[in-house]
């Protein structure tokens, strides 16, 4: 038996407003499965992104977060700084691995990696 990674769910206040600006920022489609309770956001090469509303926020640092790879990571950070997100660090391994760590417009970590 074996799993496939079906959905990535965020918890948030508004699914609606944050499911359309992660479609944006991936190119996905939207599904108001119960308009104002939950958006999912479906993707041709990937997991379906799920955005559920809850009455109150997640604490803390996310546990699970989504990591991007983009061959013009400077260009797509500034795009999606420009779109909204928020820059909140950046990180290395060394010089083969560096990364952007971003929050979406809710507070939800991402990071971009690339060339």
């Given at each position: ?76 950070v500034a795009r ?36």
């Amino acid at each position: 038996m074996t799993l496939d990674i079906a959905m990535v769910t965020f918890d948030c206040s508004d699914p609606d407003a944050l499911a359309a600006w992660w479609a944006d920022a991936v190119g996905g489609e939207l599904n108001a499965v119960a308009p104002g309770e939950f958006v999912m956001v479906a993707r041709a090469n990937g997991p379906t992104l799920g955005f559920q509303k809850v009455p109150n926020p997640t604490p803390g640092k996310n546990k699970v977060h989504l990591d991007f790879h983009a061959a013009d990571k400077e260009g797509e950070v500034a795009r999606l700084v420009a779109a909204g997100a928020t820059e909140t660090g950046r990180n290395s391994f060394g010089p083969e691995f560096d990364w952007v760590v971003l929050a979406d417009p809710e507070g939800n970590a991402f990071c971009v990696a690339g060339g």
